[in-house]
């Protein structure tokens, strides 16, 4: 019953930017880490960023310094801010996150459906 949910994927030219959303749903008793992935065509899939329940922000060294993790006000949301956007960032990017579900109360890891981003040259 735990969903993850992302939205924010979209067609951008290169330097733009986009905000991916992701929200998880469900009877959750709590997430102890979030993340982002994200998988180009021919490419395996690659963590992009994480960030631990009361922890710091951890980033791919090709998304240094322009993408931004973080958790929402909301516990159960994490955003991707991505700036300065570059063509070989386009990718169907993956929300991830470490769930305690209610019913198990054992952690267990869960994924959205992935949102796509294309970045034009």
């Known amino acids: 019953q735990v969903q993850l949910v992302e939205s924010g994927g979209g067609l951008v030219q290169a330097g733009g930017s986009l905000r991916l959303s992701c929200a998880a749903s469900g009877n959750i008793f709590a997430i102890t880490a979030m993340a982002w992935y994200r998988q180009a065509p021919g490419k395996q899939r690659e963590l992009v960023a994480t960030?631990?329940?009361?922890?710091?922000?951890n980033y791919a060294d090709s998304v240094k310094g322009r993408f931004t993790i973080s958790r929402g006000n909301v516990e159960n949301t994490v955003y991707l801010q991505m700036n300065s956007l570059k063509p070989e960032d386009t990718a169907v990017y993956y929300c991830?996150?470490?769930?305690?579900?209610?019913?198990?109360?054992?952690?267990?890891?869960?994924w959205g459906q992935g949102t796509r981003v294309t970045v034009s040259s």
């Open positions: 991830n996150a470490a769930i305690i579900p209610l019913a198990t109360m054992t952690v267990d890891r869960f």
């Open positions: 960030i631990p329940s009361g922890g710091s922000p």
